[in-house]
């Protein structure tokens, strides 16, 4: 069953099935983890390391615990030494294919300090991974973390590059893989439905195993969500949650105690009568 959530009204399943949003503005607070400020930045504090230079925007955040060791794992898009796949005049922005936003950095000690983790670099037949990250944790193992970013695929990439917006040459999404809590990403796994453009970006894990992914189909107005049955196999698409209703907003997908799936979403009239 999907439980939906719009602007204006709520539905609530009975018998004590409880979900509960939270939408954070600038800070929060788990577990210990600090405020954010000045101090507190998802790069290491040391001024004169390269990525502390770049803009890191648009972040989403996971726990893990691998080797002994309770890590805070933080996505973000990332600006980081871009110079070489991203061009920028006076005028207008360039995107060269390599180009990547997939970046991540985690904290072994509750968010006191951060070590850059690096990015994904897009793999064979893909130009550019290019942000809006989701992240998750695995339910049954707690030491393996999914991230996911959009993704152009080589087949839409002009040759020249892409100059201005990437609307239109996005064709799918990138999922990445840890075993080690976070500290190291490596790709899992491809999707895109016709190289459709994905917009927005959610992850959740089931305490059964199972890691579900979902985006905004733009070209058909749907949220398409993805499904894995477990933490190491592939992801398939599932059945259109909303069938007959269009579309519009970043999804943003969650796992109820009773393990009833729910997506959080603007309601859009399809005709006169809704």
Known sequence: MYLLKSMHECSYASRGIWLVFVLVGCCLSLGGLGACTSKRSVTPENPEAAEAKFDQSETA????????QHIVVVAYNDGTDTSSTVKYTSQTRTVLPGASMMGWSYSLDKGQSWKYGGKVLPPKDWAALWGDPAITTSG???????????????????QNGISGPVNDFLGGACIARS????????????????????????????????????????????ID???APNDSAQFAPMPNPFPDMKMFSHPRIRISPTMMRSMSRHKVPIGPST
């Open 61 to 68: 955040l996971t726990t893990a615990y691998s080797n002994a």
């Open 179 to 222: 075993t080690d809590g976070g500290k190291h990403f490596q790709v899992h796994q491809m999707l895109s439905n016709q190289s459709h453009f994905y917009d927005g970006g959610s992850m959740a894990a089931s305490k059964k195993g199972e890691i579900f992914a979902a985006f905004v189909d733009v070209d058909t107005n749907q």
């Open 140 to 158: 049954t193992h707690y030491s393996i973390v999914f991230m996911s970013n959009l993704a152009i695929p080589s087949s839409k990439m002009p």
């Open 225 to 227: 969500v993805w499904r």
